[in-house]
T-cell receptor, first 112, second 111 residues
Framework: SQTIHQWPATLVQPVGSPLSLECTVE??????LYWYRQAAGRGLQLLFY??????ISSEVPQNLSASRPQDRQFILSSKKLLLSDSGFYLC???????????FGPGTRLTVT | DAKTTQPTSMDCAEGRAANLPCNHS???????VYWYRQIHSQGPQYIIH???NNETNEMASLIITEDRKSSTLILPHATLRDTAVYYC????????????FGTGTSLTVIP
């Protein structure tokens, strides 16, 4: 079965600094990959999804971007963080006929 | 945008069945209903999914109404570890199979 790795687990960054969060997937190939954000006490917000290398769809216009340089690698980036970027960032993948989503452990980002 | 409606919170006594409702009145004929749960500070965990028929696995049962406009997730014997936020999601089969999570139902299992 697939395993999703995310790092770092926690991150504290000042406003205006850059961001790079990495997600890698093991145990499967050609997965659909997703980035979600969860603000404190809120539901999950879909940010980006990717159906293949170099293919990124954005759900919410903002100062974040995503890239998929390899089949099982998904990166979330920002050039300049805002306070509102604080939250719990989750990477997920879907694979197989039933397309259930599997989630990574998440990265808790605090922008100060 | 999420296409489901769930109660904000529910309580359930330990050992009793927890019945979590979900309304998805605009569901299309080829869309599946998925249930996930999220324990505090963890990533969501897949529970079960279905299209038309009722489904059961080791975690839960999913009852879908005949018109498919609503469903109920049943945890047959709730334990304290079942305390979590439960999300009901309708999956779009088009363009990347996006999953849209709403705010879910916060279930508290009471000793």
């Amino acid at each position: 079965s697939q395993t999703i790795h995310q790092w770092p687990a926690t991150l504290v960054q000042p406003v205006g600094s850059p961001l790079s969060l990495e997600c890698t997937v093991e145990g499967t190939s050609n997965p659909n990959l997703y980035w979600y954000r969860q603000a404190a006490g809120r539901g999950l917000q879909l940010l980006f999804y990717s159906v293949g290398i170099g293919q990124i769809s954005s759900e919410v216009p903002q100062n974040l971007s995503a890239s998929r340089p390899q089949d099982r690698q998904f990166i979330l980036s920002s050039k300049k963080l805002l306070l509102s970027d604080s939250g719990f960032y989750l990477c997920a993948c879907t694979t197989g006929a039933n397309y259930e989503q599997y989630f990574g452990p998440g990265t808790r980002l605090t922008v100060t | 945008d999420a296409k489901t409606t769930q109660p904000t919170s529910m309580d359930c006594a330990e050992g009793r069945a927890a019945n979590l409702p979900c309304n998805h009145s605009t569901i299309s004929g080829n869309e599946y209903v998925y249930w996930y749960r999220q324990i505090h500070s963890q990533g969501p965990q897949y529970i079960i999914h279905g299209l038309k028929n009722n489904e059961t696995n080791e975690m839960a049962s999913l009852i879908i109404t005949e018109d498919r406009k609503s469903s109920t997730l049943i945890l047959p014997h709730a334990t304290l570890r079942d305390t979590a936020v439960y999300y009901c999601i309708v999956r779009s089969p088009n363009t990347g199979n996006q999953f849209y999570f709403g705010t879910g139902t916060s279930l508290t299992v009471i000793p």
